[in-house]
């Protein structure tokens, strides 16, 4: 199987090197990794390639790779598989999915979750929307760099899910960030109140994963931005709404990413957002040496 990929970034280019690992060749749009065989236009790397693969910032971006002129979609086939990684609108991809259908082309939705550590041990969760049996024939490339792939449903149903995930997550990096940050000011041992955390039941994927080595400064590598994560809540909000969900705790999270936009952390790792909070509480960092 020819494989595509359009938009390399911090994750697509992890999953791309996974896929070359594994020995096969990648053709690739917006690459930078000499590994890879480039394209000139998003039409070279469609003509070329049996599975197309997208890891794209947002739904318009999507949508002008996809739809534009001489895009995707107008150089798609009958038979050819199209998987859209981003983080996009549900609304967006289902509309995407019915355009590539009337060509006989297969679109995937796949959220991905994991981050950048997780993309280069071919080790990310990926929540697909879209029909079973294009599923089946992409599996063996979304294996190469994907530990768990789960079937969620129809076109729009994987992006559901990881608008869903994203929303958690969010909400637990913000608040652990904000309970670290008084943790600090309070003279707590920032050790013991991790350990405390991690056997109670305030535990989560911050706590667990983040804050260990934040603590001593490292904020890992190449993870969602801070501008990323505020878009993704914010399509969270969007869909919220259309479900006619109350939405009682997206203030926070909302909120939070946006105040660290605003202070300049747009295009840092989500991470950094303990950073702003200490900012606006008397210049506080959690790592020793590191206090403004």
């Avoid at 060749?25 to 003509?47: F, I, P, Q, R, W």
């Avoid at 949508?63 to 990684?85: F, K, T």
């Avoid at 994991?114 to 990310?124: D, I, Q, S, T, Y």
């Avoid at 890992?220 to 990323?228: D, I, Q």
């Amino acid at each position: 199987m020819r494989i595509g990929f359009i938009g390399l970034g911090n994750m697509g280019g992890r999953m791309a090197a996974c896929i070359v690992r594994a020995g096969h060749a990648v053709l690739g749009y917006d690459v930078h990794a000499a590994d890879l065989k480039t394209a000139g236009s998003v039409a070279e790397v469609t003509d070329g390639s049996d599975i197309v693969l997208l890891s794209l910032p947002d739904s318009g971006v999507v949508e002008a790779v996809v739809l534009g002129e001489d895009g995707l979609r107008a150089h798609a086939r009958s038979g050819q598989i199209v998987v859209d990684l981003s983080t996009s609108s549900p609304d967006s991809t289902t509309r995407i999915h019915g355009l590539l259908g009337a060509r006989g082309t297969a679109y995937l939705d796949a959220g991905i979750s994991g981050g950048a550590a997780a993309a280069e041990k071919a080790a990310l969760t990926l929540m697909v929307g879209g029909e079973p049996e294009a599923l089946e024939r992409a599996r063996p490339v979304l294996d190469l760099f994907s530990a768990k792939v789960f079937h969620c449903g129809p076109s729009g149903a994987g992006h559901t899910v990881k608008l869903l995930n994203n929303f958690l997550n969010a909400t637990a990096l913000a608040a652990t960030a904000e309970v670290m940050v008084a943790g600090k000011k309070a003279g707590l041992d920032l050790e013991v109140l991790l350990a405390v955390l991690n056997a109670s039941s305030g535990v989560n994927f911050a706590t667990l994963n983040r804050f260990p080595k934040i603590i001593h400064g490292d904020y890992l590598k190449g993870g969602l931005t801070n501008s990323l994560m505020l878009k993704d809540v914010n399509l969270y909000v969007e869909l919220a709404a259309k479900l006619g969900v109350a939405s009682l705790n997206s203030a926070g999270p909302v909120a939070t990413f946006g105040m660290a936009r605003a202070l300049g952390y747009a295009d840092e790792i989500s991470n950094t957002v303990v950073d702003a909070i200490g900012d606006l509480s008397g210049g506080v960092r959690l790592h020793t040496g590191e206090d403004a």
